[in-house]
């Protein structure tokens, strides 16, 4: 438990009621999940996992241990529960991946997690369908690779966001990766970091696209050069869910030696300052809300680091809103980058075995993996370019996808996760295909983000066209079917902005395929030249958007 901060004590008449800040003084703990998190530090149930339940069996497991500390090594009871098993979250901090890793967690879901994997798009793998009593030899098989599910999920430093090109990327400013791996060394694996009010995500990227989605991060830190020298500029306090806030800039240029001292004093005011009297308010950007960036960088310099931070230029300015890495990209060296596209982030473990093969012999054995569920295997030749794309062809994993397949993400949704109520990888395959076969051969990308409830892990919010899961009446008189609630015009990059919700709109899935065509060609027909989709509906007059999404609703 942090120490308490000399001199803090609960402000009178602030507010009515605490927020049950440590740093105030309020140390007991108002939520069940809480009083868990202080009863023993949910990093300690490790033992318990390997040395009890794993020989005893599902039953044996304390509802506090699987509610809740079990999280702290990525394990979540999957749906339904009575069958007793585990979605794992495997974290790849930075993307960053090896083939021997890629096979490793390949041949792990071949053989404990009937044969799926779900790439994320936090950079990290979720296996399903795990056992308790295989998860010793699953995590000893990912120890031998160097991987983890340590952390992966709970109430920590959540899995460090970067470029997947990074350290190759011809134009970058900085390669970000020793950033990367040094914040996730210093934040991970410790009880100083073990208990924050909530999850804490970071990302930090040395790219002129900024693909590591900074504007909704807790800490997002972009480089830029300023006067010759290279740094980060930080943004603080993002996060979607159904209360989306962007990240906000503390206007300070951090260069590379502090980046570790400022994500660690970052973190540490969230954890004594965070708000801990309701789980529903207890992410950072409910605090950055209440206080501002000022004052949160005032505390920051104040109480946690060494001396002031250098005020910084405007943002550096960010190129794009597609941030696929698809296809083929020059590395600085010569060679290429090939990225290519699972299924809306579902992949196999034989799939994976396959990807591991090809890395080792096209490439040198280095694989990424994106921020918007894709994968690339680096180090290609120019002459092994074609032969890696058929390949990958092959296996079903194309580097040059339909414009549907390329932008398209989904959430786990309700095949293995418990609070979905729809289906979502299944829903986004079809509609991939129905969509491929309504508008052939389009070449412009639309971000079409499928989520299975408002917790928004496939960013519905950001996308070009975000849909959101919801039961709809069924209009043939039957039980509620699977439906989605409607945001439009969402996106990151510059001019950055939250999708518009639809008021009262509600589109049954079986009815998407037509509604997503309608809206995507009238976007087509009626667009000035290069103009996204969310540059294109974001100009509309309200009535003329109206119009736009009756139409397409027909
Ligand atoms: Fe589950 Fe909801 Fe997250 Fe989808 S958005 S994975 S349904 S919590």
Same mark, same amino acid.
């Given at each position: 438990m942090a120490e308490q901060i000399p001199g803090a004590a609960p402000r009178k008449g602030a507010r009515r009621r605490s927020e049950s800040q440590w740093a105030m003084?309020?140390?007991?703990?108002?939520?069940p999940a809480e009083r868990v998190k202080r009863d023993q #530090? @949910? !990093?300690?149930?490790f033992d318990r996992i390997v040395n009890l339940h794993a020989k005893e069996g599902f039953r044996s497991i304390m509802p506090q241990d699987l509610n809740v500390r079990y999280r702290w090594y990525g394990l979540y009871t999957q749906r339904?529960?009575? #069958?007793?098993l585990f979605m794992m979250r495997i974290r790849v901090p930075g993307g960053v991946l090896s083939a021997d890793q890629v096979e490793a967690i390949g041949r792990i879901s071949q053989t404990y997690g009937q044969d799926v994997a779900d790439v994320t798009d936090r950079q990290n793998f979720q296996l399903h369908n795990i056992r308790i009593e295989d998860v010793p030899d699953v995590w000893a098989r990912l120890s031998a690779v160097q991987l983890s599910t340590q952390e992966a999920c709970g109430d920590v430093p959540r899995n460090i966001l970067g470029c997947p !090109?990074?350290?190759? @990327? $011809? #134009?970058?400013?900085? #390669? $970000?990766t020793p950033y990367v791996l040094a914040v996730n060394n210093r934040l991970t694996g410790t009880k100083e970091f073990s208990n924050l009010p909530r999850k804490f995500k970071t990302s930090i990227s040395g790219c002129r696209d900024q693909c590591a989605v900074h504007e909704i991060m807790d800490i997002g830190m972009v480089a830029h050069e300023v006067g010759g020298r290279v740094g980060f500029d930080v943004w603080s306090g993002g996060g979607l869910g159904p209360n989306p806030h962007f990240a906000q800039r503390l206007g300070a240029f951090v260069p590379p030696e502090r980046v570790v001292e400022v994500a660690v004093g970052i973190v540490s005011l969230f954890r004594d300052y965070g708000y801990r009297r309701s789980r529903n308010h207890a992410r950072l950007k409910f605090l950055m809300a209440d206080w501002g960036a000022e004052k949160l960088r005032e505390t920051l310099e104040q109480v946690y680091l060494t001396r002031p931070l250098e005020d910084g230029p405007p943002a550096p300015e960010s190129?794009?809103?597609?941030?696929?890495? !698809?296809?083929v990209t020059r590395q600085a060296d010569g060679r290429s980058a090939i990225g290519f596209a699972p299924m809306a982030g579902r992949i196999s473990g034989t799939q994976l075995v396959r990807i591991a093969g090809l890395a080792r012999r096209f490439g040198n054995g280095r694989v990424r993996t994106t921020t918007q569920q894709k994968m690339l295997i680096l180090d290609v030749p120019e002459e092994d370019v074609e032969p890696l794309i058929t390949a990958l062809d092959d296996y079903g994993l194309p580097a040059r996808p339909n414009a549907f397949r390329a932008s398209t993400m989904a959430c786990t949704g309700i095949e293995f996760c418990k609070l979905a109520v729809v289906d979502t990888k299944a829903r986004a395959r079809w509609l991939i295909d129905e969509l491929d076969a309504l508008l052939p051969g389009i070449h412009d990308r639309v971000r079409i983000n499928l989520n299975g409830c408002p917790n928004s892990c496939a960013r519905y919010q950001l996308a070009d066209i975000g849909l959101m899961g919801s039961l709809v009446p069924d209009p043939d008189g039957g039980d509620r079917i699977d439906g989605f609630q409607v945001h439009l015009g969402g996106k990151l990059g510059g001019q950055y902005q939250f999708g518009k919700k639809q008021k009262g709109l509600r589109v049954a899935g079986r009815d998407l395929p037509k509604f997503v065509a309608g809206l995507v060609g009238t976007w087509l027909e009626h667009r000035d030249e290069g103009q996204d989709f969310s540059e294109w509906f974001n100009e509309l007059e309200p009535a003329e958007a109206e119009t736009v999404v009756a139409g397409a609703r027909g």
């Amino acid at each position: 438990m942090a120490e308490q901060i000399p001199g803090a004590a609960p402000r009178k008449g602030a507010r009515r009621r605490s927020e049950s800040q440590w740093a105030m003084g309020y140390y007991e703990p108002q939520t069940p999940a809480e009083r868990v998190k202080r009863d023993q #530090d @949910a !990093l300690e149930v490790f033992d318990r996992i390997v040395n009890l339940h794993a020989k005893e069996g599902f039953r044996s497991i304390m509802p506090q241990d699987l509610n809740v500390r079990y999280r702290w090594y990525g394990l979540y009871t999957q749906r339904p529960e009575e #069958d007793g098993l585990f979605m794992m979250r495997i974290r790849v901090p930075g993307g960053v991946l090896s083939a021997d890793q890629v096979e490793a967690i390949g041949r792990i879901s071949q053989t404990y997690g009937q044969d799926v994997a779900d790439v994320t798009d936090r950079q990290n793998f979720q296996l399903h369908n795990i056992r308790i009593e295989d998860v010793p030899d699953v995590w000893a098989r990912l120890s031998a690779v160097q991987l983890s599910t340590q952390e992966a999920c709970g109430d920590v430093p959540r899995n460090i966001l970067g470029c997947p !090109l990074a350290g190759i @990327a $011809a #134009d970058e400013l900085i #390669d $970000a990766t020793p950033y990367v791996l040094a914040v996730n060394n210093r934040l991970t694996g410790t009880k100083e970091f073990s208990n924050l009010p909530r999850k804490f995500k970071t990302s930090i990227s040395g790219c002129r696209d900024q693909c590591a989605v900074h504007e909704i991060m807790d800490i997002g830190m972009v480089a830029h050069e300023v006067g010759g020298r290279v740094g980060f500029d930080v943004w603080s306090g993002g996060g979607l869910g159904p209360n989306p806030h962007f990240a906000q800039r503390l206007g300070a240029f951090v260069p590379p030696e502090r980046v570790v001292e400022v994500a660690v004093g970052i973190v540490s005011l969230f954890r004594d300052y965070g708000y801990r009297r309701s789980r529903n308010h207890a992410r950072l950007k409910f605090l950055m809300a209440d206080w501002g960036a000022e004052k949160l960088r005032e505390t920051l310099e104040q109480v946690y680091l060494t001396r002031p931070l250098e005020d910084g230029p405007p943002a550096p300015e960010s190129r794009s809103v597609h941030r696929e890495h !698809l296809g083929v990209t020059r590395q600085a060296d010569g060679r290429s980058a090939i990225g290519f596209a699972p299924m809306a982030g579902r992949i196999s473990g034989t799939q994976l075995v396959r990807i591991a093969g090809l890395a080792r012999r096209f490439g040198n054995g280095r694989v990424r993996t994106t921020t918007q569920q894709k994968m690339l295997i680096l180090d290609v030749p120019e002459e092994d370019v074609e032969p890696l794309i058929t390949a990958l062809d092959d296996y079903g994993l194309p580097a040059r996808p339909n414009a549907f397949r390329a932008s398209t993400m989904a959430c786990t949704g309700i095949e293995f996760c418990k609070l979905a109520v729809v289906d979502t990888k299944a829903r986004a395959r079809w509609l991939i295909d129905e969509l491929d076969a309504l508008l052939p051969g389009i070449h412009d990308r639309v971000r079409i983000n499928l989520n299975g409830c408002p917790n928004s892990c496939a960013r519905y919010q950001l996308a070009d066209i975000g849909l959101m899961g919801s039961l709809v009446p069924d209009p043939d008189g039957g039980d509620r079917i699977d439906g989605f609630q409607v945001h439009l015009g969402g996106k990151l990059g510059g001019q950055y902005q939250f999708g518009k919700k639809q008021k009262g709109l509600r589109v049954a899935g079986r009815d998407l395929p037509k509604f997503v065509a309608g809206l995507v060609g009238t976007w087509l027909e009626h667009r000035d030249e290069g103009q996204d989709f969310s540059e294109w509906f974001n100009e509309l007059e309200p009535a003329e958007a109206e119009t736009v999404v009756a139409g397409a609703r027909g």
